[in-house]
Structures are given as structure tokens and as C-alpha cells.
């Protein structure tokens, strides 16, 4: 078969991207080793690096000892990708703060900064958003150029394609278009994304996911929501609403939910839903934190309180893996790092709602990432999208 030049085109721009997200993972590493795992022939192999180094996009990193010769005779040379030839930027709109950071190409986090809400207007905060970036690359002198753009992660609902985050009620927002907002600022390419969806792109990429095709991230902040990875792949669903595990019904005579419906896992496990009910029960004005810290220095209603918010917990996990059997179930959030007091309900409750056997469960893990997954995940979206396919 005679290839033509589009098809030739296409099937170069294939193995670059399969031998960029080699050395992202496994760099610094041979051209031998790139050789042997990708299946390409050692010239293509030479000659993509070739181009690559000229880009200033990759490096030579030293040398290593031929293991075909138990590490001993002629070397080779290692390469990996140059960290500081591109950079990301990272943001993520959060109920009471927006957090942004500065990645390198290889999604270590240079720098970050946590913005305070000075305004509810979603035009305002995300021209601020805009200009604090500015200010941020300034600082760390990086010029534009070496950007390859700006990740966000909203929670709700989003339009990828125009760029508009269509329905946040945890925001307050509505059809806002967050890439054209950005783009009044800077001129650079602007991803959205879900804020949970990002997160879990943080954990394929740095996290737990790295060598897993089946992946779920479960978050449980101020609102609940999860990420779905399935085949190596983010799952949007039909119309980018995959993953509001939060505003499924646990409970239809439970309480209200902001959605306006009745019994969501959201209204019953929240961070929002722990600190109503520490109001309700404690009889003052409290936070999700401050229950969590009652019941720390041993009250009970506030340990009732945590305690039953980890059982109906339990039951969103179960439910996920029923009916995605991932390989494994990745908990993140402020609520779930409250230690055994959710965590052992969360985890004996989804045990006995799980359908398999029990040899056949997916493994369930505590993120090891805190605040900062949002954002790197929201670089990592860009890595994706934009490197990746070049």
C-alpha cells in the first residue's frame, strides 16, 4: 500500500505523540528502549528524536549501560523531555477560592497561588483570574511564548467545545464563556474542563492512574462528583454530563438539594450537608471543619454526624463500582481526609453494597494529592490536548 503524504503526515504525528507520552512517563530512557516498546524502527525512532532535540522540546540527559550486555561495553545515551521548554497554567474556580498554578513540561508545579473571591460576578473573577496569570509568568519570568496554554476546571456543567461553563450551582453561574473572557487578557489557547474530570486526569497522570486504563476519582468537597476514566480515556457521557454522581438519589425523602431536587448524595454528604447538619444539631453557626473537629475532641452528635455522611458515602462508591467496575476507586476532598471517622463507614458500607465477589473488587484508595490536584490536573488536560498531539 502507497501511503500518501496526508496519510504519511498523520502516522508521523501518531509516533511523535506515542514517544512524547514515553519520555513523559518513563524518561529519561534509551532510543533503544523507545525502539523496542513502541515497535518503530530504530531510524524513525532517531529521526523523530533528531527533530525534537532541534525544537529544544528534548534532551540528552547522559548515558546508561547496554543491558543486553549485563551493563557492561558501549553505553547509551538517555533522553527525556527539557522541563522547562513549555510550561501549563492550571486553574480551578472553587466555591470559595480560585487556585491556579504554573506547571513544567514534565507537570511538576513551579509555583501556585490561592485567589480569595472578591467578587460573585463570573466576569470579573475570571478577568482577574486572567490577570493575575500575567503577573504570575512575570514573576517567574517565563515569556508567553513558552506557554502552551491554560487549563480550568469549573464545577457544573461544560460546553468543551465553545469553551462555556452551561450550569454551576455550587458558582452561581450560568452559560458563562469562559475561553472568551480569557481571551479579552490573553492570547493563548484556553481548555475547560469539569473541576472533578481535571482531578482525575491529575491522577492518570501523576496519581494512582498512571498504570491503569480503568480509573474512577471520587471527590467530596463542598459538592460531590467524580471523574471516569474508562479504556485509558475521560468518559463525558452524550451531553458532558458523565460523573454527577453527586445528584444521584440515595434518599427521596431526604433533604432538599441545591439542584432543586430531593435525597442527592450531595445534600447528604456533602461538606455543605455536614455543616447544615452541625448547625441543626450542635445548635450554632458551624462548618464542615468544625464538626469534623467536634467530633475530634469527642462529641457525639458531631461524630454521629461525620459518621453517617461516610456510610451514605459508601453507598455513591458502591454504586460506582457497580456499575462501571473500575480497577480501582481514588477518594479525594476535604471531607474524605477526616480519617477513619468517614473513611470506615465509607469503606465497610461499600464492601457489602458491592455486586462481585469479593477478589473481584476494585481497590479503593485515599488520593495522595491534596488542593493542588485541581490545578494539576488542569495542566495535565493541557499536556493532553495540546502537546501531546502535536
Known amino acids: 500500500m502507497v501511503l500518501n503524504g496526508q496519510n504519511m503526515t498523520e502516522v508521523k504525528l501518531k509516533n511523535r505523540s506515542v514517544v512524547l507520552r514515553l519520555l513523559f512517563k518513563y524518561g529519561p530512557i534509551s532510543r533503544a528502549q523507545l525502539s523496542q516498546v513502541t515497535g518503530l524502527t530504530p531510524p524513525t525512532i532517531t529521526s523523530l528524536v533528531g527533530e525534537m532535540i532541534n525544537e529544544g522540546i528534548v534532551i540528552e540527559t547522559g548515558n546508561t549501560d547496554d543491558p543486553a550486555k549485563g551493563g557492561v561495553g558501549r553505553k547509551r545515551v538517555l533522553i527525556d523531555l527539557k522541563n522547562d521548554a513549555k510550561y501549563e497554567i492550571g486553574i480551578e474556580f472553587g466555591v470559595e477560592t480560585t487556585h491556579m498554578g504554573i506547571n513544567d513540561l514534565k507537570g511538576n508545579l513551579v509555583c501556585d497561588r490561592i485567589l480569595p473571591i472578591i467578587t460573585p460576578d463570573p466576569t470579573e473573577r475570571i478577568r482577574q483570574t486572567a490577570r493575575e496569570v500575567v503577573d504570575m509568568l512575570s514573576e517567574r519570568e517565563i515569556p508567553m511564548e513558552r506557554v502552551l496554554g491554560i487549563g480550568v476546571g469549573v464545577p457544573g456543567l461544560v460546553d468543551r467545545e465553545r469553551g462555556i461553563n452551561r450550569k454551576s450551582p455550587n458558582l452561581g453561574w450560568k452559560n458563562v464563556n469562559v475561553r472568551n ?34 480509573i474512577i476519582l471520587f471527590h467530596v468537597g463542598m459538592g460531590i462528583g467524580c471523574g471516569i476514566i474508562i479504556d485509558g480515556r475521560l468518559f463525558h457521557g452524550s451531553s458532558e454530563g458523565a460523573g454527577e454522581i453527586g445528584h444521584t438519589t440515595i434518599d427521596i425523602n431526604g433533604p432538599q438539594c441545591g439542584c432543586g431536587k430531593k435525597g442527592c448524595l450531595e445534600a447528604l454528604a456533602s461538606g455543605r450537608a455536614i455543616a447544615d447538619k452541625g448547625r441543626e444539631f450542635l445548635g450554632r453557626d458551624v462548618s464542615a471543619y ?42 479525594h476532598g476535604g471531607v474524605l481526609n477526616s480519617g477513619d471517622i468517614v473513611l470506615k463507614p465509607l469503606l465497610e458500607t461499600a464492601s457489602s453494597h458491592v455486586f462481585s465477589d469479593r477478589s473481584e473488587d476494585a481497590d479503593i484508595k485515599l488520593s495522595a494529592y491534596g488542593d493542588e490536584l485541581g490545578i494539576m490536573g488542569a495542566s495535565a488536560l493541557v499536556l493532553k490536548e495540546l502537546f501531546f498531539k502535536l
Open 290 to 331: 468544625d464538626v469534623f473537629l467536634a467530633a475530634k475532641a469527642g462529641d457525639p452528635i458531631a461524630a454521629g454526624i461525620l459518621k453517617e455522611a461516610g456510610y451514605y458515602l459508601g453507598i455513591g462508591v458502591a454504586n460506582l463500582i457497580n456499575l462501571f467496575n473500575p480497577q480501582m476507586v481514588v477518594l
Open 181 to 214: 473572557i480569557f481571551s479579552e487578557v490573553l492570547s493563548m489557547p484556553v481548555l475547560l474542563e469539569n473541576n472533578v474530570r481535571c482531578m482525575a486526569l491529575g491522577e492518570q497522570f501523576f496519581g494512582f492512574g498512571r498504570e491503569m486504563d480503568d
